[in-house]
């Protein structure tokens, strides 16, 4: 499986961001799918995850704000931000793994794309 995330860039305190995450391969549809962060300086974090039944899971610090959904007929997911913060800002990856679990960790993640770098100004 290979992942491509896409739709970072610059966007002020308060906006929408959306970004993508192609998948290739197949049997997408079975895999959890999940997006983390990386801040400068800091290390990498779960913002949210979302299985194959379509159950979505966030961090606390989004809850409210950004959106997990999933097209299986593209193979994509999608994480929908808004009512971005400075704080927000980091590079974003998406990740998957087989099965039905979602988890926190970034160990328990099999396939990782290249990250797409988000900035929030103030």
């Not at 929908?80 to 087989?98: F, H, I, N, W």
Request: charged content about 15%; some cysteine; aromatic content about 14%.
């Amino acid at each position: 499986v290979q992942l491509q995330a896409s739709g970072g860039g610059w966007v002020q305190a308060g906006g929408p961001l959306r970004l993508s995450c192609l998948a290739s391969g197949r049997f997408f549809s079975s895999y959890v799918m999940a997006w983390f962060r990386q801040a400068p300086g800091s290390e990498r974090e779960f913002v949210a995850a979302i299985t194959g039944s379509d159950t979505a899971f966030y961090v606390d610090s989004v809850k409210g704000r950004f959106t997990i959904s999933r097209d299986n007929t593209k193979n994509t997911v999608y994480l929908q931000m808004d009512s971005l913060k400075p704080e927000d800002t980091a590079v974003y990856y998406c990740a998957a793994r087989g099965g039905s679990h979602y988890f926190l960790i970034e160990s328990r993640y099999d396939y990782w794309g290249l990250g797409t770098q988000v900035t929030v100004s103030s």
